[in-house]
């Protein structure tokens, strides 16, 4: 027998490496005697591997293995690592031997949560047992609780796929998506992009998310319900949960919860009792807020609350604008003279259409942007027609509705004094799209900008379109009858207008002739980052204005005309005026596109939508920001001002309309129905109602002045207390799932108008009230 058959066999500690050594030697410190035998079977079996490269341990990696097994003596079952931040220290207390000390003071901390977050598993549980407690709550809390949901489900979500858990991700999305509300559907659309962790670190949307803590509004009793349940798992448990909330995984599950609600949720708590809080009340200000609030005057951070910041701003000048006393003389006299012509013996007002609310304050002349210092005939014509068109224009009360039998014989003279006329025109043969149109404030002209770089006008009034001959010499012109010669002979009821280089995305006409002629000039705006300026008498474009850097998606026309604003994915809105090439005025705050644009009716300020879920009110002199409007869940579409110059509503892609008071910067009431994108707004001459256009394919007319608030479901019968009315027939226009759709649907929505597959991408009224909406037909697919 040989000399090394006969050797004793070698020691596995010995031929161990240093660190596992060092575990061996925790092992024993600790009295952890399976944990050791099962390494040193280990070390013994490691001769058949002799020739591989042992597989090592990183000190990180040790302390994450060890710290899932540290218990507390005082609670068996519960980890004495759990919070992350004492981990370090914890273990330091441990009294381990030197070797461990040095090693523990040169790692980062870590805890056991941190470990357990790798399992998507309670990540599903936890939101899923979430969802089942916000269900289960009781009906004056639901509302309250249901927004919570959403700003978790984002964080879950980033985490697994932050984490490279990309299945799990998409098979999480796949399983509650369904289930947030659907003002979140752009929101939610977007983080499904997200599949990869570099996506999550290059997005801004997902970097906010990270950054910014969510607020979410709650009632104190609420908000102690909530801890309640995170804790210890009680209150609100949905009916037949059984002790899911109590089990391992539900206890996993609410840490995962926990943890988003403490590192990324900040509470705005209220005092008011739950049931004094309407349910839409809930989601206004709520959001990654910290960004979209300016900062106030010499602050060094932004204010947490949006009404903190409008209460800073102070108080605004709403009222009419002043007209000179030169301008209302000629005014005066040319309606004398017209009334003597229809030998109408009722004198015109011309103080009637300038006359303010009470409580509101109008501005100064000085204080309005510079116009010319003399009044045109134009002018004067122009606050004629007004003040003629205000006495004949029909006047609608929405109000006259509410206590109407819409089914009794003076149900149709109430529908005709409540609601509008309207007028639609359709584009056909559009494939390529029209992403807007407009109307002449005379309604003598409709334009509409295509996908295809190009802007079309027609004539409503059936007259030809003649511009002038491109081969006369200036020194011909001598008067009116020479001008007239150097037109086209030929023409046409229609025109095209091309200049542009990218989609025509909006579309303005001059208002400073008002209703009284044509209007001389036509603005257009493009994804060529340019805006054009277009004359109607000689059908050309005059300037082209640049200064954006990126698609403009919007521009729009001061009241008098002379200045125009435009918006742009830029992040900017700019004030113009015709005679400058240059911008005048820059308007920068918003985090995202600024999507539309609308000047205050006596053109004092500025207001802006945005895909940051923001309006804001600008302005214009100063170039300041004097209102934020924080409320939608969604980029803001469209917008627009009450003729009496006290509200502002939007729409956002949320599908809601907020309706807001210009003077305190908070929401009067939300307004929902639609059921795809709001493309247009429009209120009626009295403010006092308010029409919509969408994606839906739908119009609906909604009363201002009525409190709103959610259509109570059908009784038992089947019959409501009021329905909305539709198309002429004052039928019931609800889907056949009645009562999902009414349960969406405000009290304050009078009236559905469908039109048959018309995306209507444009509302407006007439100076008397007649509605004129627009938009292109869809066909559908040839299959």
Not at 103 to 121: K, M, Q, R, Y
Not at 185 to 209: C, G, K, Y
Not at 282 to 310: D, K, M, Y
Not at 377 to 384: K, Q, V
Request: hydrophobic residues 35%; proline residues 6%; neutral net charge.
């Amino acid at each position: 027998m040989s000399g090394s058959s006969q050797s004793p066999a070698a020691d596995p500690v010995q031929n161990a490496s240093a660190e596992d050594k060092l575990i061996l030697e925790y092992y024993r410190t600790r009295g952890y005697t399976t944990a050791e035998k099962g390494l040193l079977d280990d070390l013994e079996n490691k001769d058949s591997d002799k020739g591989k490269e042992p597989e090592t341990l990183t000190p990180n990696e040790l302390v994450k293995a060890l710290a899932v097994y540290a218990q507390k003596p005082s609670r068996p079952g519960e980890n004495v690592l759990k919070e992350t931040a004492n981990v370090l220290q914890e273990l330091t207390a441990m009294g381990n031997p030197s070797n461990i000390q040095s090693l523990l003071a040169s790692i980062g901390s870590v805890g056991a949560e941190d470990i357990l977050s790798l399992d998507p598993t309670d990540k599903q549980e936890g939101f899923r047992e979430l969802e089942a407690w916000v269900d289960g709550s009781l009906d004056m809390y639901r509302p309250e609780f249901r927004p919570i949901l959403f700003p978790i489900f984002c964080h879950f979500y980033l985490d697994l796929i932050q984490r490279g858990l990309k299945e799990a991700a998409v098979k999480f999305y796949a399983t509650f998506a369904s289930s947030l509300a659907p003002s979140h559907s752009a929101t939610l659309h977007h983080i499904s992009t997200l599949l990869l962790p570099a996506h999550v670190q290059n997005d801004e949307l997902a970097q906010r998310f990270r950054d910014e803590k969510y607020v979410v509004r709650m009632s104190r009793s609420g908000f102690g319900l909530l801890v309640g349940w995170l804790t210890e798992g009680v209150g609100g448990e949905a009916f037949g949960a059984g002790d899911g909330f109590s089990g391992e995984m539900g206890k996993r599950g609410r840490v995962s919860v926990m943890r988003v609600v403490n590192n990324h949720l900040r509470f705005d708590i209220t005092s008011s009792p739950s049931t004094s809080v309407s349910g839409n009340t809930w989601e206004e200000s709520t959001g990654l807020l910290s960004a979209l609030i300016p900062r106030a005057n010499g602050a060094t951070t932004n204010l947490a609350n949006p009404q903190a910041f409008n209460m800073l701003r102070g108080d605004l000048k709403l009222g009419p604008p002043p007209i000179s006393d030169e301008l209302k003389a000629e005014t005066a006299r040319m309606l004398r003279d017209q009334a003597m012509v229809d030998r109408d013996p009722t004198p015109y007002d011309v103080n009637s259409t300038r006359q303010g609310l009470p409580g509101v304050v109008s501005p100064l002349e000085s204080e309005l942007a510079p116009h010319p210092p003399t009044f045109r005939t134009i002018d004067a014509e122009r606050e004629a027609n007004h003040v003629r068109d205000a006495r004949k224009r029909i006047r609608l009360e929405p109000s006259l509705l509410a206590n109407a039998n819409l089914n009794s014989a003076q149900g149709a003279a109430v529908r005709a004094r409540a609601l509008p006329s309207i007028c639609a025109y359709t584009l056909h043969d559009v494939p390529e799209g029209a992403p807007c149109c407009t109307f002449s404030p005379d309604t003598s002209l409709m334009a509409a900008g295509f996908a295809e770089s190009y802007i079309r006008l027609w004539s409503l009034k059936g007259e030809k379109l003649r511009g002038f001959r491109s081969d006369f010499s200036s020194t011909s012109i001598r008067d009116s009858t020479s001008l007239r010669k150097i037109r086209e002979k030929g023409g046409s009821t229609t025109r095209k207008l091309i200049g542009h280089s990218g989609p025509v995305y909006s579309v303005a006409f001059d208002p400073l002739s008002g209703s009284a002629v044509p209007p001389k000039y036509l603005l257009s705006c493009s994804a060529d980052a340019t805006t054009r300026l277009w004359s109607m008498d000689t059908l050309t474009n005059l300037v082209a204005f640049r200064g954006h850097e990126n698609p403009i998606w919007d521009v729009k026309w001061s009241p008098l005309g002379i200045y125009f604003a435009t918006g742009s994915r830029d992040r900017t809105a700019r004030l113009w005026s015709t005679d400058r090439i240059s911008c005048l005025r820059v308007y920068a705050g918003h985090l995202s596109d600024v999507d539309c644009v609308q000047f205050h009716p006596n053109s004092l300020y500025l207001a802006t939508g945005s895909s940051d879920w923001t309006a804001r009110l600008w302005d214009v002199q100063r170039g300041s920001c004097v209102r934020v409007f924080i409320g939608h869940q969604g980029a803001v579409s469209s917008l627009a001002l009450s003729p009496d110059g006290r509200y502002l509503a939007s729409a956002g892609e949320d599908l809601a309309i907020n309706l807001w008071d210009l003077g305190s910067g908070k929401r009067i009431k939300k307004m929902t129905g639609h059921t795809a994108s709001v493309y247009s707004l429009a209120f009626s001459a009295e403010s006092s109602l308010l029409v919509s256009g969408g994606a839906d394919w739908t119009v609906r007319c909604w009363d201002v002045k009525s409190s709103g608030g959610t259509r109570r479901k059908p009784r038992e019968n089947g019959n409501t207390d009021y329905t909305p009315m539709g198309l002429a027939t004052g039928e019931n226009a609800a889907p056949q799932n009645q009562e999902e759709e009414e349960s969406l649907e405000t009290t304050d929505l009078l009236a559905t108008f469908p039109t048959k597959r018309t995306p209507i991408t444009n509302v407006q009224f007439t100076p008397r009230n007649l509605c004129l909406v627009a938009g292109n037909y869809l066909a559908p697919e040839q299959r």
